[in-house]
């Protein structure tokens, strides 16, 4: 197995367990919004205000480049992916065609929103009249594809980074023991 990405709600703890689960298996670690910036200069944030489609853009084209550069080199990756990847047809086509095993991190509205609250500023999408129950509906349904989706599903509600990343390990480890 080649690259496992982390997928998820905002918040759900994708990149500091990704960091741990990583350092856990002997891979590479990259923030797939990160790298984003990176590529591009600007923050998703920003780019997601220039429009949805062309955060969208940058966020196919990095996991393409992102599965190239893995294909090439020798160490495999563990990607923390962004909450809104599910709602991109382009990346969710890309990880089935490099056959990337994601893992979704589940966690509850509440919690995810408590998170949020915390950062502080709200992420665009979050900025209407409601921003509580638009952030629940969306988490709601994002929850649901997300289960559909990913490979394997791991609660992430109370639990710290390192006990998520040796949860994801010793799973992926038995779903491989019996291949």
């Keep these: 197995m080649r690259c496992i990405v982390l997928v998820g709600p905002k918040h759900s703890g994708k990149t500091s367990a990704g960091r741990e689960l990583a350092s856990l298996s002997g891979r590479s670690f990259v923030d797939l919004d990160e790298y984003i910036a990176a590529q591009s200069g600007k923050s ?6 220039e429009g949805p489609e062309i955060f969208q853009q940058a966020e196919a084209a990095a996991l ?4 190239a550069h893995e294909a090439a080199g020798p160490s495999p990756l563990v990607i923390a992916a962004g909450g809104g990847l599910v709602d991109n047809p382009g990346a969710l086509a890309l990880l089935e065609k490099n056959s990337a095993f994601s893992v979704f991190l589940d966690l509850s509205p509440k ?9 502080g500023e709200l992420p665009p999408f979050l900025k209407t009249g409601s921003p509580e129950e ?6 709601e349904r994002r929850a649901l ?3 559909d989706f990913a490979s394997l599903s791991v609660t992430a509600e109370g639990k710290s980074p390192g006990e998520i990343a040796r949860e994801i390990l010793q799973k992926i480890n038995s779903i491989m023991e019996k291949k």
């Design 145 to 147: 594809a997300y289960r």
């Design 44 to 49: 998703p944030r920003e780019l997601y205000t």
């Design 111 to 119: 919690a995810a929103w408590q998170r949020i609250v915390r950062e």
């Design 64 to 67: 393409e480049a992102l599965f």
């Design 134 to 139: 638009t952030h629940r509906l969306l988490h």
